[in-house]
């Protein structure tokens, strides 16, 4: 069968959805996204085919063995909507190219600043596979052949948006101030973001516990220098699977499938917090006197978890924590990630970045910082067989700019080598196992008797031995030795020896991530994460 196929994409959804310092316009960005696949897309189509209303959509997606053009005779059926795009088909190509013009008009007015990509052309469904790939090389040509015009241009008689950069034309009435349509449609949109995360995951939440919309409520201490982590996870070969898929009803079932796994994922980590608040509470400092209990206006008094989530679509979330929990949350996700099951039968895996930050940092800085750590998880992923999940993580004490492969080149490089030791595979590694992380970190502070623990000035002194020559880190080790103390072994390495060898030290990371991973939740769940 000859039809019209539509493929529609986002460019540049990151740079989207964090285009702003606040969590509120990214949250409502985030959203905006999601719904211009869905509010959106059926209202464009609701518009071209009356009376085509939501049932005839829930059956679409209930049925996705079902090709409704053939059997039901529909002017147009969705294929399939996940990983940021969708594909549609249209019996003719008229109604292909006026559905373009109704969806991308409808979010000029309701999404402004979001930029698209479309590719359209003949589609023979018995030939799947080959020209779904055709289809996105002609999306792909599309995005640097045509880049829209999606907001009012700025003009010299009109006022500078304080976020976007764009002209002011929208009053934020929560705010009492002037913003661009582009900040406005975020913002409310944000209220909605929160509310319907907030009704995905009642189950866990029940009416104890709810989400904050404010980066400073994410569990930090109040007058004292405070961390986040913004955590960016993404599945590992995914857009191959989907490439490589045989048919429609293989894409739909797998985009399905990675979709639930992402949420349970999540819903791993909500659990967790919600079994062991008080432990966690703890953990991040807090006593019976100064444990945060911030009201929401119109939802009564409830304990704010102290997560976040912004983009949670397909294979591909983003979140923010309080920065005490960030490698141990990702370690939660990417866990329970491993364990769900896919529609094609293949294995799931993912990699993390995590930049721990100060709350006060531009957020867009530690989001980009967050995709370039993933990013470096999975080039070492790649080099250590494409196999399991890897993390990396930074701790961002000062201003350094630039990406992270530059600034851990131009500050992290010691006289020895390179201070960084990872990225990390989740659970056991030779070399780079985090359990072996986690495990060293436990025997430098907690599991040796009093007298034979590292204190906070021994901890400091070796950070900062670690950098210097040669000479310096021998007389240090000689010095641990003759006060019985000892640095963790490794397995055929003599890293307890000299430190470094082969210009590498695991030692470095251990003291980074000493206070941002919390031992003691892990030791209240036997080890594992619940």
């Not at 085919?49 to 049932?55: A, I, K, R």
């Not at 996105?136 to 040509?141: G, H, R, S, T």
């Not at 040669?470 to 641990?480: C, G, I, P």
């Not at 003599?494 to 990371?509: A, G, H, I, R």
Request: glycine residues 8%; charged residues 25%; aromatic residues 10%.
């Amino acid at each position: 069968m000859i039809v019209h196929a539509v493929l529609i994409d986002t460019v540049s959804i990151q740079r989207y959805v964090f285009g702003s310092n606040k969590l509120k316009e990214n949250l409502g960005g985030s959203h905006l996204i999601q719904e211009m696949y869905r509010t959106h897309l059926r209202d464009a189509i609701k518009e071209m085919f009356s009376p085509c209303n939501d049932t005839d959509f829930d059956a679409w997606e209930a049925q996705p063995e079902t090709c409704f053009m053939k059997t039901h005779n529909a002017p147009f059926e969705i294929g399939y909507i996940g990983g940021g795009n969708a594909l549609l088909f249209f019996k003719g190509k008229d109604h292909a190219i006026a559905f373009i013009k109704e969806w991308t008009k409808s979010l000029l007015a309701h999404a402004p600043g979001v930029v698209t990509a479309v590719a359209c052309d003949t589609f023979n469904l018995g030939d799947f596979q080959a020209q779904n790939k055709q289809l996105f090389k002609k999306l792909q040509a599309n995005k640097y052949q045509f880049i829209p015009q999606t907001i009012i241009p700025r003009h010299g008689i009109t006022a500078e948006c304080p976020h976007t950069g764009y002209s002011m034309e929208k009053e934020d009435t929560e705010e009492q101030e002037y913003v661009s349509s582009v900040a406005h449609a975020k913002i409310c949109a944000s209220k909605e973001a929160t509310n319907k995360l907030e009704r995905e995951f009642a189950d866990v939440l029940k009416d104890t516990y709810c989400f904050t919309d404010q980066l400073d409520k994410l569990g930090q201490l109040k007058g004292e220098d405070s961390h986040v982590a913004t955590v960016h996870i993404d599945g590992n070969g995914m857009g191959e699977r989907f490439r490589n898929a045989e048919s429609l009803k293989a894409i739909r079932d797998l985009s399905k499938s990675v979709q639930i796994a992402t949420v349970e994922s999540f819903r791993a980590i909500l659990t967790t917090i919600t079994t062991q608040f008080p432990q966690i509470q703890e953990a991040l400092g807090f006593d019976n006197e100064k444990r945060p209990f911030y009201p929401r206006d119109g939802k009564g008094n409830k304990l704010v978890v102290p997560i976040r989530s912004i983009i949670m679509g397909g294979d591909d979330i983003t979140f923010v924590c309080d920065g005490k929990l960030g490698v141990y949350f990702a370690k939660i996700f990417l866990e329970a990630f491993e364990k769900q099951k896919a529609s094609d039968k293949q294995p799931l895996s993912a990699c993390a970045g995590i930049a721990i930050t100060k709350t006060k940092y531009p957020f867009y800085r530690g989001c980009r910082l967050a995709e370039q750590l993933c990013k470096s998880a999975k080039t070492r992923r790649k080099k250590e067989g494409n196999e399991g999940s890897w993390l990396d993580f930074h701790v961002a004490y000062g201003g350094f700019s630039g990406a992270i492969g530059e600034i851990r080149a131009s500050h992290y490089t010691a006289a020895q080598g390179m201070l960084p030791f990872g990225p990390y595979r989740i659970g056991d590694h030779d070399e780079h196992g985090l359990n072996t992380l986690i495990e060293n970190i436990r025997a430098l502070t907690v599991t040796p008797p009093p007298e034979k623990q590292f204190s906070r000035s021994r901890l400091k002194e070796l950070r900062q031995v670690i950098t210097l020559e040669k000479d310096a880190t021998s007389r240090f080790v000689q010095e641990l030795e003759a006060r019985g103390l000892q640095l963790p072994k490794r397995n055929g390495r003599s890293y307890q020896k000299t430190l470094w060898e082969e210009k590498k030290t695991p030692y470095f990371d251990m003291v980074e991530l000493m206070e941002f991973y919390p031992l003691k939740l892990e030791e209240t769940q036997g080890g594992q994460a619940t």
